[in-house]
């Protein structure tokens, strides 16, 4: 049980256009997500929390207008990366929320490359 | 402000024993959770401390002491699969994990 997918696993477009990523809870309801970035030899950064139904929270320093999240339905949420740019190249991971608080379920990673 | 702090990498051999030390420090504590990650790949969970003591699991344990801020994690009878970054995360009272930057273990034969 506790099944996140990602799709797609790696994405390659110009600079100037937009990705999307989709994360989805495939057995299990997630009320919310957890978008991370994470960037070659470094750690996890938490780019912010969406919750279903509602606006997500966005960490410090990321740019909302950029980095657009949407969390429609308790399975899924997309992450549109707008306007991409090489240096927005990175991998990008979604963890589900489960039913405890303290329960977080991590899809297998988007790497996008802008080129 | 919210610290994790672990080395950034440690080598050991084939079917020794390696502990990976980690300390944190945030605001409020809700647990203390170790990941394995491989090149490329998404973090996989490894486990939860959120009382003190020792939990073991197969090969793997984790410690933690709250009062010191320390956990670490204990892998035996290495193995070349082994070889990975292992992410400390605590998570702190807003249920925010706070990630440590990672300790890259390579195994030798």
């Known amino acids: 049980g506790a099944v996140v997918s990602q799709h797609p696993s790696w994405v390659i477009c110009k600079s100037g256009t937009s990705v999307k990523i989709e994360c989805r809870s495939l057995d299990f309801q997630a009320t919310t997500m957890f978008w991370y970035r994470q960037f070659p030899k470094q750690s996890l950064m938490l780019m912010a929390t969406s919750n279903e139904g509602s606006k997500a929270t966005y960490e410090q320093g990321v740019e909302k207008d950029k980095f657009l999240i949407n969390h429609a339905s308790l399975t899924l949420s997309t992450l549109t990366v707008t306007s991409a740019h090489p240096e927005d190249s990175s991998f990008y991971i979604c963890?589900?929320?489960?039913?405890?608080?303290?329960?977080?379920?991590f899809g297998p990673g988007t790497r996008l490359t802008v080129t | 402000g919210q610290n994790i702090d672990q080395p950034t990498e440690m080598t050991a051999t084939e079917g020794a024993i390696v502990q990976i030390n980690c300390t944190y420090q945030?605001?409020?504590?809700?647990?203390l959770f170790w990941y394995q990650q491989h090149a490329g790949e998404a973090p996989t969970f490894l486990s939860y401390?959120?009382l003190d003591g020792l939990e073991e699991k197969g090969r793997f344990s984790s410690f933690l002491s709250r009062s010191k801020g320390y956990s670490y994690l204990l892998l035996k009878e290495l193995q070349m699969k082994d070889s990975a970054s292992y992410l400390c995360a605590a998570m702190d009272s807003n249920y925010q994990l706070i990630w440590g930057a990672g300790t890259k273990l390579i195994i030798k034969p």
């Open positions: 401390n959120v």
């Open positions: 945030t605001s409020g504590f809700n647990g």
């Open positions: 963890s589900a929320g489960g039913q405890a608080r303290n329960e977080q379920y």
